[in-house]
């Protein structure tokens, strides 16, 4: 395995540093860190209607992103990538403008997973104070599998959207998307089928043609892009249908006292002044990860660190629960433990100490805790820069811990 490590600042500035808490973000380059200090000594200005040379600079690098973008997961056109703050926006952007489109109404039913994000529950509870929608949810197997069988079960004529992560943040299980897309589409090809990609953007890339999915919401601060600017991947054509539930300077064709015409795609779901560095900073991390052969590289490290956890934890099997399945494959390299009787913040309090960065709670997704009957656990994930002494740091200290607790 390469260890990439050096490429990353904070690890030469933090020597000490075992940083485990990838799946809330992950650390950047310098590749990253350099391009954004260049471009804000060099190019920077606010984009749309300057007509001054900085202005041109910016706004070419930002509509370039979206070309990337756009290439990156094989949609159709540059107009169907919106740009957002975060997921969690992009998801009530999402579900707002459904409401105010009409394509949602009293009675219509949404199905998620029980394994989902908030990001992914509460805006769709929000329509469902708002406007009476139903939510429903679709069970996991034993081994944290999407339960197919399930979906299918569940899809009846008043369901209108199902909206599912591509990798939970919690089990690390990916699910099997093409062919819940399948099953989707065959009963219904009008069912909008949203796909949260967040968790999975590091892990893997998405071809959405093929996937089918109707919407897509993606995060890059997990792929060493910046924090603060997020996408909204949607059909145009369903673009089109949508009327944006927010509105401001940029998002419009004209402005009277009284009435509005909203712009066309590509601005009407970015009516602000855009996070620009961002788009800059997801760029260089594009780059970055061209220049290290990939996605290749980052699927065979994780591979193999999985492969090198589920090792380690077979001597911790009596001790700590754990929520994920103890198959290797199918898989990102998110880990969540639980010690019976103990609250998850010590451990993690105890990690920190050691330095060891680990996050302790309900990592959002208080629906699958109380599916699983857990109240308080910890998680351990993974990036590229970690390595086998990183895994081998963490079981040290977990082991030090329980017999601290005579456990
Ligand atoms: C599966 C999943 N969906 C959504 C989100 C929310 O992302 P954001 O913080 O960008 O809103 C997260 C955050 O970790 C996540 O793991």
């Known amino acids: 395995m390469k260890d ?37 000594e060099n190019d920077y200005a606010n984009i749309h209607r300057g007509a001054y040379s900085l202005s041109e600079r910016s706004e070419i690098l930002f509509e370039d992103a979206k070309k990337v973008i756009k290439e990156f997961i094989s949609a159709k056109y540059s107009s169907e990538i919106n740009f957002t703050y975060n997921s969690t926006y992009a998801m009530n952007l999402l579900t707002l ?17 029980i394994v989902e994000h908030h990001a992914n529950i509460v805006p769709w509870l929000i329509l469902k104070e708002e406007i009476w929608i139903e939510i429903d949810y679709i069970w996991v197997k034993d081994d944290f599998s999407l339960d197919l069988d399930d979906l299918k079960h569940k899809l009846t004529k008043d369901v209108k959207v199902v909206s599912l992560t591509y990798a939970s943040n919690v089990t690390g299980q990916v699910f099997d998307l093409k ?26 890339q ?22 603060g600017i997020w996408v909204l991947y949607g059909k145009k054509e369903l673009l089109k249908e949508l009327s944006s539930w927010i509105g401001g300077w940029w998002a419009i064709n004209w402005v009277r006292k009284q009435e509005y015409m909203e712009a066309w795609l590509p601005h009407r779901f970015e009516p602000w002044t855009p996070n620009i560095v961002w788009a800059l900073s997801f760029l260089r991390a594009l780059e970055y990860i061209k220049s290290i052969w990939w996605y290749k590289t980052i699927e065979d490290n994780e591979k193999e660190l999985i492969v090198y956890v589920l090792g380690k934890y077979s001597k911790f099997e009596d001790k700590v629960n754990i929520v994920w399945s103890k198959i290797a494959t ?37 629906p699958l805790m109380e599916f699983c009957n857990l109240k308080s656990t910890f998680r351990m994930s993974l990036y590229l820069y970690n390595t086998k002494e990183d895994i081998d740091k963490f079981f040290e200290i977990l082991g030090n811990f329980l017999k601290e607790k005579n456990k």
């Open 97 to 113: 403008s459904l409401k105010r489109s009409g394509k949602l109404k009293k009675w219509d039913k949404v199905l998620v997973s």
């Open 206 to 227: 998405v071809n959405v043609a093929e996937l089918d999915c109707d919407f897509m919401i993606i995060t890059w601060h997990k792929i060493m892009a910046e924090t």
């Open 330 to 366: 199918n898989r990102i390299g998110v880990f969540t433990f639980e010690i019976p009787g103990i609250n998850s913040s010590d451990v993690a309090e105890y990690m920190a100490q050691n330095n060891i960065c680990v996050r302790a709670g309900q990592h959002c997704t208080e």
């Open 4 to 40: 990439f490590k050096s490429d990353f600042p904070i690890f030469k500035n933090n020597p000490w540093l075992v940083f485990l808490d990838n799946a809330a973000s992950v650390q950047k380059p310098s590749y990253v860190i350099e391009g954004i200090k260049h471009f804000l």
């Open 179 to 204: 062919n819940a897309s399948k099953i989707i589409k065959e009963y219904n090809k009008n069912i909008l089928f949203v796909v949260d990609w967040s968790q999975a953007v590091p892990n893997f």
